[in-house]
């Protein structure tokens, strides 16, 4: 399956910026979708960065509620290295079971970045909840030796979405076009031209290619509103 690529709209600082994606309301109100939103391995839930992916998410899929939260070691206001992924996963669990009690009935959608898109992952895995769709943001398939972690990812069962920058070091779009072609389940792949892990386009390769940050953003917004829309339609 080859990625998807969407050229943003040219720069022009004069220009009106693009409106949001229309709200997925083409469901009765019991189809809006919660959304368990897992944070990176770097900075928590009140990030700016997960703040501004939280609203844009929300107002696209028109969600009942998008719930982040801080994995354990991130408590205390102090900067520690995470723990292995795998043991992130009863807390992550814990959460998403909280979530589901809160909204029965609603499409559960689990969205991570990077580790937070590891773990999402796993906890799709479980058997104590049905998953309508995994967002993976920048998702880590390189370990820190280099070598590729894909053994998630074959397990899934779950639609899959992967988001990813092509000047991300972390996913080698090569890498990761292998892995998609291995996985058990649906999966497509949106690319953000220029984009960094955190999908942070340079200004140079900005003002080169005529590629706009909130543009793209935008784009990858719309890319995943339709692919939730589809995941819970069953299409």
């Not at 906890?123 to 993976?136: K, M, N, Q, R």
């Not at 972690?149 to 076009?177: A, H, S, W, Y």
Request: with cysteine; net charge positive; charged share 25%.
């Amino acid at each position: 399956m080859a990625p998807k690529r969407r050229r943003a709209r040219p720069a022009d600082e004069s220009s009106t910026p693009p409106p949001p994606p229309p709200p997925l309301r083409t469901a009765p109100s019991h189809l809006q979708p919660v959304v368990v939103f897992a944070h990176g391995a770097g900075a928590p839930s009140s990030s700016d960065w997960m703040v501004h992916w939280k609203d844009m998410v929300k107002d696209a899929l028109d969600a009942i509620e998008v719930v982040t939260f801080d994995y354990p070691y991130m408590s205390g206001g102090k900067r520690r290295a995470p723990p292995k992924a795998e043991k992130l996963v009863d807390h992550h669990l814990g959460v998403v079971k909280g979530a589901v009690a809160k909204h029965p009935g609603h499409p559960l959608v689990l969205m991570g970045k990077s580790m937070g898109s590891r773990v999402s992952c796993m906890v799709a895995d479980s058997d104590d909840i049905i998953v309508s769709a995994v967002i993976c943001l920048g998702y880590p398939l390189k370990g820190v030796n280099g070598a590729v972690r894909d053994e998630t990812l074959l397990k899934l069962k779950i639609p899959t979405m992967f988001v990813q920058g092509n000047k991300d070091g972390l996913c080698p779009l090569d890498k990761l076009e292998a892995t998609r072609k291995k996985m058990n389940c649906k999966n497509e792949l949106h690319v953000i031209d220029g984009g960094d892990h955190s999908f942070k386009i340079g200004k140079k390769y900005q003002e080169s290619t005529g590629v706009n940050q909130q543009a793209a953003e935008m784009e990858a917004v719309k890319a995943i509103a339709k692919f939730v829309q589809n995941s819970i339609a069953g299409t």
